[in-house]
């Protein structure tokens, strides 16, 4: 039934949304328009490019795969729970910025929400995981050399216990 409107809750970086969405809405917009969470970019809505990555219950997920109502009860995480500034950077962010793993940005929240997962998992990838982990993201800018020098930086800081937020003045 076309224009059928659901009532849909959701933890999303750590809050409760309540929202009225349309069976056919995608997570993406849900995310975007309804929650006003714009770091969710919205690419080739195929689920091929990565840059809607979210975490949903602990998983990682192409958001323009999923429906705003298929979400109801479920935890998510955007980039938005991680640092935003320089002061408060998480470390796979600081990482990225201090490697030049970042071009354009498009890519960069599906390559940091990927990694922080890919990090959790597996605290000491090798390169060839790292490629692995990351070939579901497309960046048209980089070329992943450094994309990939940054996650190795990310783990060996991570590993170290290392924040590289406590090297950032105030």
Not at 125 to 144: D, F, K, M
Request: one cysteine or more; charged letters at 20%; proline letters at 4%.
């Amino acid at each position: 039934m076309a224009g059928s409107r659901h009532r849909v809750t959701m933890r999303v970086n750590g809050s409760e949304h309540s929202v009225d969405v349309d069976s056919r809405e995608l997570l993406t917009d849900v995310i975007r328009h309804r929650l006003g969470l714009t770091g969710t970019h919205v690419g080739c809505e195929h689920g091929a490019c990565g840059a809607c990555t979210v975490v949903l219950d602990g998983s990682l997920v192409r958001a323009c795969l999923v429906f705003g109502v298929q979400a109801d009860g479920a935890d998510i995480t955007t980039i938005e729970a991680f640092g935003n500034s320089a002061s408060t950077l998480h470390p796979v962010q600081q990482a990225f910025w201090d490697e030049h793993g970042v071009q354009c940005g498009y890519c960069t929240p599906g390559m940091v929400l990927t990694t922080v997962k890919l990090l959790e998992e597996n605290p000491d990838p090798s390169e060839e995981e790292i490629r692995a982990a990351l070939s579901g993201n497309v960046c048209r800018c980089t070329g992943y050399v450094f994309i990939v020098e940054a996650v190795k930086a990310a783990a060996a800081r991570l590993r170290e216990g290392q924040d590289p937020r406590a090297e950032v003045a105030p």
